[in-house]
T-cell receptor, first 113, second 111 residues
């Protein structure tokens, strides 16, 4: 079966702009989580959605937001981009939660200049 | 807040030996603890999950232990191969599926 698909794979944006990243989970998976990965901070949890509802949220500013659609696809939005937002953004999906492990996509590499 | 500690120094071992990676956590014990493998430029890949009430879990050449008294999980790869070279991440899971990832330990298996 198809894995978790993230688009785009690479993105270059200017400081102050906004960006939307997309994630298509594995068919049947209802939980989608987003992570930011940087060399200095490692993998940081952004938020988790289940059945279109945000179930958990990490410690990121309000510039980071997300949503999940009825088909479980999810989008993440970052407004007023800062240089420090440059990172690999990873999406992970699972059937219901953590017990069976999460399947990660290959990520979107965002560079803010 | 929870703190997850993995050895930041790379672990270098010879092919055929057993690699042992450590994950320590602070404060209260997680309900589950997962281990992932990550290759450069790729997303993490799920390997194993161990529950709070389990002492040990095995899958092929992999073994995970969970000691809630020591607040520690150990991840072992027996008969290691160069293809096992990667960064290994531990991820304790607390209530309501909230994830924290360790910073990972890079394993180098030399032929």
């Amino acid at each position: 079966k198809a894995g978790v698909t993230q688009t785009p794979r690479y993105l270059i944006k200017t400081r102050g702009q906004q960006v939307t990243l997309s994630c298509s989970p594995i068919s049947g998976h209802r939980s989608v989580s987003w992570y930011q990965q940087t060399p200095g901070q490692g993998l940081q949890f952004l938020f988790e959605y289940f059945s279109e509802t945000q179930r958990n949220k990490g410690n990121f500013p309000g510039r980071f937001s997300g949503r999940q659609f009825s088909n479980s696809r999810s989008e993440m939005n970052v407004s007023t981009l800062e240089l420090g937002d440059s990172a690999l953004y990873l999406c992970a999906s699972s059937w219901q939660g953590a017990e069976r492990g999460y399947t990660f996509g290959s990520g979107t590499r965002l560079t803010v200049v | 807040s929870q703190k997850i500690e993995q050895n930041s120094e790379a672990l270098n071992i010879q092919e055929g030996k057993t690699a042992t990676l450590t994950c320590n956590y602070t404060n209260y014990s997680p309900a589950y603890l997962q281990w992932y493998r990550q290759d450069p430029g790729r997303g993490p890949v799920f390997l194993l999950l161990i529950r709070e009430n389990e002492k040990e879990k095995r899958k092929e050449r992999l073994k995970v232990t969970f000691d809630t008294t020591l607040k520690q999980s150990l991840f072992h790869i027996t008969a290691s191969q160069p293809a096992d070279s990667a960064t290994y991440l531990c991820a304790p899971i607390y209530n309501f599926n909230k994830f924290y990832f360790g910073s990972g330990t890079k394993l180098n298996v030399k032929p």
